[in-house]
């Protein structure tokens, strides 16, 4: 059974701060996503890296993509009250043949403060 | 185009009852997965359907089924329910098929059960 540790659980922290959560397994992934979720919705995909090392941006948002493909990390740049969800990573087996099943981690409530 | 569609979005249920939630996927996706959110679980997955065969099922007991209709929209439903059934049932839906890369989900909003 593949296991994603999401790190910290909870991350309480003031608009302007950087951020940075966690995503390890011991399990090799194909590819690794991070969704974030908003209460009453369905997690919405942020990105997908799938090449070891891979380094993605998305405006305040830097992902990054373990060499070995078992880790990932989230890094949040001046975070601002909008940034506040749940975010989750998740992980495709390697070699599966699954369209639609991930390894989610429990994922961390994130809360920006004005 | 349109997203994810589920419903009910909210139903209340008891002890021994059974329910049935549907999904609709986005219109060219044929391959729909559900998972059940809860708290102190989190994201699990169910079960995965594809060309209306089931492709993977996640650790449940057999109380939770699907099924996949030729139109890709997928059904699930949960026999004999208990109070830990209580959770969040997201739907999700995926272009993938054979040969593709990344599994990539579009989830729907989801269906809210309350067992009590």
């Not at chain 1, 302007?16 to 979720?37: A, D, M, P």
């Not at chain 2, 996949?68 to 208990?82: A, C, D, G, K, P």
């Not at chain 2, 890369?101 to 579009?106: F, P, Q, R, S």
């Amino acid at each position: 059974t593949q296991l994603l540790e999401q790190s910290p659980q909870f991350l309480s922290i003031q608009e302007g701060e950087n951020l940075t959560v966690y995503c390890n397994s011991s399990s090799v992934f194909s590819s690794l996503q991070w969704y974030r979720q908003e209460p009453g919705e369905g997690p919405v995909l942020l990105v997908t890296v799938v090449t070891g090392g891979e380094v993605k941006k998305l405006k305040r948002l830097t992902f990054q993509f373990g060499d070995a493909r078992k880790d990932s990390s989230l890094h949040i740049t001046a975070a601002q009250p909008g940034d506040t969800g749940l975010y989750l990573c998740a992980g495709a087996d390697a070699g599966g043949t699954s369209y639609g099943k991930l390894t989610f981690g429990q994922g961390t409530i994130l809360t920006v403060h004005p | 185009k349109a997203g994810v569609t589920q419903t009910p979005r909210y139903l209340i249920k008891t002890r021994g009852q059974q329910v049935t939630l549907s999904c609709s996927p986005i219109s060219g996706h044929r391959s729909v997965s559900w998972y059940q959110q809860t708290p102190g679980q989190g994201l699990q997955f169910l079960f995965e359907y594809f060309s209306e065969t089931q492709r993977n099922k996640g650790n449940f007991p057999g109380r939770f089924s699907g099924r996949q209709f030729s139109n890709s929209r997928s059904e699930m439903n949960v026999s004999t329910l208990e109070l830990g059934d209580s959770a969040l049932y997201l739907c999700a839906s995926s272009l993938a098929g054979p040969g593709s890369g990344a599994n990539v989900l579009t989830f729907g909003a989801g269906s809210r059960l309350t067992v009590l």
